[in-house]
């Protein structure tokens, strides 16, 4: 399974787009992209999925580059309630492996 | 529609207490997980079951039992707890484990273990 990387935390102001990064350099063609986040303790929430195209859903943009080694998720206009760990996770086609890392934790800021 | 629902929400135990943690869900998925997080770690999986009748361990299944009870319910038991398995344990559910349905998380039990 590709490991992902992510920085370990970000800020960003309140009504501004929140762009955060993974790499996933080791990604191979039949693995998704997952993004999860998790706010304060709650459990992981999942917010949108993508294979190569990019997805828009009702929560955020998810950007893959051509080549598939990274992603950013896009939250287009953050809120204090966006504040959370923002989990970037790859998956296999086919399997149950969900592999969480540590994520980036994202700080709104007002 | 509540989604993935666990009880207890909160736990105390004494080491070598035994005690079962409850998950059911009501959107008709037929595969169900239970990942533990430790502080400062991401998700570890224990079990999981891909459909009602089956159960298949996880990264990290000592110490733990589960129980598909039927579609809506998948239980964690603990026989003998220990220190260790001090965590927060969060039950998932997805449509399937083959397809890319994404996992729908309960809110967790958090477990002490003195």
Not at chain 1, 84 to 108: M, Q
Request: charged residues 15%; positive net charge.
């Amino acid at each position: 399974d590709a490991k992902t990387t992510q920085p370990t935390s970000m800020d960003c102001a309140e009504g501004r787009a929140a762009n955060l990064p993974c790499n996933h350099s080791t990604i191979s063609g039949n693995e998704y992209v997952y993004w999860y986040r998790q706010i304060h303790s709650q459990g992981p929430q999942y917010i949108i999925h993508g294979l190569k195209n990019n997805e828009t859903n009702e929560m955020a943009s998810l950007i893959i580059t051509e080549d598939r080694k990274s992603s950013t998720l896009i939250l287009p206009h953050a809120t204090l309630r966006d504040t959370a760990v923002y989990y970037c996770i790859v998956r296999t086609a086919g399997t149950y492996k969900y592999i969480f890392g540590t994520g980036t934790r994202l700080k709104v800021l007002a | 529609n509540a989604g993935v629902t666990q009880t207890p929400k909160f736990q105390v135990l004494k080491t070598g207490q035994s005690m079962t943690l409850q998950c059911a869900q009501d959107m008709n998925h037929n595969s169900m997980y239970w990942y533990r997080q430790d502080p400062g770690m991401g998700l570890r999986l224990i079990y999981y079951s891909a459909s009602e009748g089956t159960t298949d361990k996880g990264e990290v299944p000592n110490g733990y039992n589960v129980s598909r009870l039927n579609k809506r319910e998948f239980s964690l038991r603990l026989e003998s707890a220990a220190p260790s398995q001090t965590s927060v344990y969060f039950c998932a559910s997805s449509r399937g484990t083959t397809d890319n349905s994404p996992l729908h998380f309960g809110n967790g039990t958090r477990l002490t273990v003195t």
